[in-house]
């Protein structure tokens, strides 16, 4: 065996080989497979993320901002005041 190193030779042996068969094989369900694995892995974080978000359009969160940074600059400046 003198092309002991040609990828044929290491495609059919253990995790590795099954992976790049997975991979390079272009089979329309390996396919299907890594469209839901990949759409899986984006899905999962964003449902987690926006489960409990309470939309809000920009107006409201400059409003809270503000708020907040006036309350940050009273008390800053009612400490000082000491």
Request: charge should be positive.
């Amino acid at each position: 065996m003198s092309s002991s190193s040609s990828s044929e030779a290491k495609a059919g042996k253990g995790f590795r080989g099954k992976m790049e068969h997975y991979l390079y094989s272009g089979d329309k369900k390996h396919v299907m497979a890594g469209i839901v694995l990949i759409s899986a892995v984006f899905a999962v974080p964003w449902y987690f993320m926006t489960r409990g978000a309470k939309h809000q359009s920009h107006q409201d969160y400059l409003e809270k901002a503000d708020k907040a940074r006036s309350q940050r600059l009273s008390s800053s400046s009612a400490s000082s005041a000491k």
